[in-house]
């Protein structure tokens, strides 16, 4: 059984879920004062841009 090809939706989509999951870090450290819980977030949004820029280059270089 080999594993599934990670295509570019996938990547689009898992960025998507991690920029989500960045704002609601980055509102939570901001409501409770938590820098740390605050920069998480935005690194998690950065992280999550990353992969959807990674999924729209695999469909160009399909």
């Given at each position: 059984m080999g594993r599934r090809k990670?295509?570019?939706q996938d990547d689009?989509?898992?960025g998507a879920m991690d920029k989500a999951k960045g704002?609601?870090?980055e509102a939570a450290g901001a409501l409770s004062?938590?820098?740390?819980?605050?920069?998480?977030?935005r690194a998690d949004q950065r992280s999550g841009t990353a992969?959807?820029?990674k999924g729209h280059l695999k469909d160009l270089l399909k």
């Open positions: 990670n295509t570019g689009r989509n898992e704002r609601m870090k004062g938590n820098k740390d819980k605050k920069a998480e977030g992969k959807e820029k």
